[in-house]
Nanobody, 128 residues
Framework: EVQLVQSGGGLVQTGGSLRLSCAAS????????IGWFRQAPGKEREAVSC????????YYANFVKERFTISSDNAANTVNLQMNSLNPEDTAVYYC?????????????????????WGKGTLVTVSS
């Protein structure tokens, strides 16, 4: 099983930027789909972005397109989420997650339903 350690996050003003990192141990992320999810107070958890290092597939939720960028550092076995143009609606606990990449199922299904290892979460607060 993959162990995931998150870093980054914190408090930022509207329009600011933050970078989240997710470092993996116990397995190489190259064989996995890695995703970022978030949960705001009183709301359900939602997918933000996913990446497959194997085939470079990416997914972005509509509400973060053109603002967030997911990337991988293969040497460091790390996936990052660069978040720009943040607004108060982005305030949430952000989780990274990983799951084995089952290509028969498809990248999108792996992203949304195939995660089985989770980080502990990191709080992102955007002030108005």
């Amino acid at each position: 099983e993959v162990q995931l350690v998150q870093s980054g996050g914190g408090l930022v003003q509207t329009g600011g930027s933050l970078r989240l990192s997710c470092a993996a141990s116990g397995a190489t992320l190259a064989d996995h789909v890695i995703g970022w999810f978030r949960q705001a107070p009183g709301k359900e958890r939602e997918a933000v972005s996913c990446i497959s290092i194997l085939d470079r597939s990416t997914y972005y939720a509509n509400f973060v397109k053109e603002r967030f960028t997911i990337s991988s550092d293969n040497a460091a076995n790390t996936v990052n989420l660069q978040m720009n143009s943040l607004n108060p609606e982005d305030t949430a606990v952000y989780y990274c997650a990983a799951g084995d990449y089952d290509r028969a199922t498809g990248f999108w299904n792996n992203c949304l339903f195939g995660m089985d290892s989770w980080g502990k979460g990191t709080l992102v607060t955007v002030s108005s």
